[in-house]
């Protein structure tokens, strides 16, 4: 009973949150505050507790967040600003046709999340794709749910991504058919909730506002732009630092290099790194001064307050999810249902999404129940084990995601746009993976 109690004071939390942000229309961060106390005070968290969990959780989310989104807008400010992003744009669009950008969005966020985190590879990205939609006139949605499909997946279950890494070293997974599985499932699931998914719901939903985080502009009085090459190596040169931790790993290198390579391929460094390599080839070499890139950076960190409001609240939202115990019961209900070990991983991964709005969270924590329950049984594939447990993880995405909020403010989409589009997109990604599984799982 009290399994059911905590899971259903958990949904009404969450009306809250939808209710407080589209009917009483208060602001994201306070509707998310408020129905985490309730959460909190309902689910008999002593009270003394509350606000520790409550800063506990904003400085969780945060912590690693924060850097990234601040050096990840200033990239794409200067991109944009500079007319790299739109050299970048026109390049796509000359090589690919307006009519399959789409399916070139998709392939460049399924290429770049390989090797990034999903947040860094949406900070990357979205300023091209916006660079791309103001020169083409497109539905926003048509270019920018491709390149989050690509993002996701890789994110979800692709190798090396933390989630799935551990999930294979819980389940002794073996990581190459693990590899081998992810990309070919992640390759149609994508198509599906991507390009086609897109093609679909802009027809239907033409977003009410335009995105504010960033704006694809111009300087006037700057006539030289930069060359195409350029404009991508600046992209690349993050996703290029962060590769090279990877590549080192492979070789037996002195203790002080292999350090300094992590230190470089830290997300955050990297970052860093590129922000001021772009100063210097997208500013000063074509003839900015420094006054106005200091300019342009205060600029960009102004649409930044209300978002990091949003994902701390929502992190707090997740910790309070944690400390209750909600993400236990929910797992303790689905155990108890006596599934075959390939849909209980699914189910058990897709509540503890729901609950907690990490996916990294949901496969981690999935993996942790399972395994014990599969260590007996015979016959059972751990490699579509681990697909499977990351397919759940990826389901239905809402308010107490950090990725939800990022996708609403960087395509400047209302709470109800992102449900019908970026929420939907996870749960065909989900599905479709998950489906895909279940049909392999009868002939191998």
């Known amino acids: 009973m009290q399994d059911i109690y905590l899971f259903s004071i958990t949904i009404i939390a969450i009306l809250i949150v939808i209710l407080g942000v589209s009917w009483w229309k208060w602001h994201a961060y306070l509707s998310l505050s ?57 390049f796509f669009i000359e090589k690919f046709g307006i009519k399959r950008l789409p399916w070139a969005m998709f392939f460049s966020g399924l290429i770049i999340g390989i090797p990034v985190f999903f947040e860094v590879g949406l900070v990357i990205l979205l300023p091209i794709v916006l660079s791309i939609q103001k020169t083409v006139k497109k539905n926003i949605l048509l270019l920018g749910l491709p390149v989050l499909a690509g993002l996701s997946i890789a994110h979800g279950i692709i190798p090396p991504h933390p989630g799935a890494m551990t999930a294979i070293s819980i389940y002794n997974a073996n990581v190459s058919q693990v590899l081998l599985y992810a990309i070919c499932f992640a390759l149609p699931a994508g198509i599906i ?37 350029i404009s991508f190596f600046i992209v690349f040169l993050p996703i290029i630092l962060m590769l090279l931790t990877m590549i080192a790993a492979l070789f037996t290198l002195p203790t002080e290099i292999t350090n300094v390579i992590e230190f470089i391929g830290n997300p955050l460094i ?63 209900l689905s155990s108890q249902m006596h599934l075959s070990p390939i849909v209980m991983s699914f189910c058990v991964a897709g509540l503890i999404r729901v609950a907690t709005g990490s996916a990294t969270v949901a496969l981690t924590t999935a993996a942790g129940i399972v395994a014990p329950i599969v260590e007996s049984m015979t016959g059972v594939n751990t490699a579509l084990l681990v697909i499977a447990t990351g397919a759940g993880s990826l389901m239905l995405s809402h308010v107490n995601d950090a990725g939800f909020w990022l996708v609403k403010e960087y395509l400047g989409l209302t709470v109800k746009e992102t449900f019908k589009t970026w929420t939907v997109l996870e749960t065909l990604l989900s599905f479709s993976v998950f489906f895909m599984v279940l049909i392999v799982d009868i002939f191998v």
């Open 193 to 229: 909730a991507g390009p086609l998914y897109a093609k679909f719901i802009s027809k239907r939903i033409t977003p009410e506002h335009e995105p504010t985080l960033i704006r694809p502009d111009t300087i006037k009085d700057n006539e030289r732009l930069p060359s195409v090459g």
């Open 34 to 90: 408020v129905a985490t106390i309730f959460l909190a005070i309902f689910a008999g968290m002593p009270w003394g507790k509350i606000a520790g969990a409550f800063e506990t959780g904003v400085g969780a989310v945060l912590g690693h967040l924060v850097g990234i989104l601040a050096l990840g807008t200033i990239l794409g400010k200067m991109m944009s600003t500079s007319g790299a992003g739109m050299q970048i744009a026109n």
């Open 270 to 332: 990297a970052l860093l790194i590129s922000v001021f390599v772009a100063y210097y080839f997208l500013g000063f070499r074509l003839g900015l001064k420094a006054d106005i890139i200091r300019d342009l950076t205060d600029e960009s960190m102004k649409p930044l307050a209300s978002i990091i409001l949003i994902i701390g609240a929502g992190g707090a939202f997740k910790q309070i999810l944690i400390d209750t115990g909600v993400a236990t019961a929910i797992a303790n």
